[in-house]
């Protein structure tokens, strides 16, 4: 009898312990790309022009006739121009005229941006009803200004990747490469960004995603940044945006299957 109540009594506590883990495997244990990740966890930008801007770009997505998507943070939201800007209002915008006017081209640059915000825009309407042949990614440079993780911000940035998948399936997607920042090549941020690039060139398969890195044509031959492109060493100005049309040009001719426009 004792024998018995002793092994009931084992029976119970190793059912209860296992009980136990299998709870604990549901709740405890964070997977790999949990939303405490900061960086694949959508958020929305509260200032006011951004949701301007926001409403603004729904309007245009809205009236449909999209060939070509421009998405990232203030980098590409300057082939706009930079009004606020008086040593060099024009920006990219006569770069973006010649390059991209006659492409049906809409920007979705938005100053400040990082990967979560970007999700949170693609998850809020800015690719809904549209069939873009490409979109052109470029983000990440503010997710290291506030010294996220390399892998985090490279995680980000393939969320992004999956968000088009899912949304505009028959885009194809042109990933370029963050551009470097500071002044030479131990700046740490542009380190930073190096070690981003350094992930997400893995994720071209060169059928839906393609990886372009155009970073040496802002370089000297020292690494060093060059300042008549980016005199502030982080956007481009007229000449950089100009730099960046050439560089990119023959791939995003190439991926449109249209006629690429020649350098002045």
Not at 61 to 77: A, F, Q, R, Y
Not at 145 to 174: N, Q, Y
Request: a negative charge.
């Amino acid at each position: 009898m004792k024998v018995q109540w002793f092994t009931l009594l084992s029976l119970s506590l190793l059912l209860n312990g296992c009980a136990k883990n299998t709870y604990q495997s549901k709740t405890d244990i964070i997977a790999p790309e949990s939303d405490l990740i900061e960086a694949i966890t959508p958020a929305a930008r509260d200032h006011e022009w951004a949701k301007k801007r926001h409403e603004s770009k729904l309007k245009r997505i809205n009236e449909g006739d999209v060939t070509l998507l421009m998405i990232g943070d203030s980098i590409t939201h300057g082939w706009e121009g930079r009004p606020k800007n008086p040593k060099d209002s024009k920006g990219g915008k006569e770069v973006w005229d010649r390059y991209y006017g006659h492409r049906k081209a809409v920007n979705l640059g938005y100053g400040g941006d990082r990967t979560q915000n970007v999700l949170w825009r693609l998850q809020h309407g800015e690719v809904d009803g549209i069939t873009p042949k490409l979109a052109v990614i470029m983000i990440g440079t503010n997710n290291t200004k506030v010294l996220d993780p390399a892998k985090d911000t490279a995680l980000g940035i393939k969320h992004i990747i999956r968000e088009l998948h899912s949304r505009v399936p028959e885009t194809k997607i042109l990933l370029l490469a963050i551009f470097p920042r500071g002044v030479g090549p131990d700046d740490a941020k542009r380190q930073r960004n190096n070690e981003v690039n350094g992930i997400i060139s893995g994720y071209a398969d060169n059928e839906s995603v393609f990886f372009l890195n155009i970073n040496e044509q802002f370089l000297d031959d020292e690494r060093t940044l060059l300042i008549e492109a980016m005199p502030d060493l982080l956007h481009p100005n007229q000449k950089g945006y100009q730099i960046w049309a050439e560089a990119m040009e023959p791939k995003v001719a190439e991926l449109l299957r249209d006629e690429a426009v020649q350098a002045e």
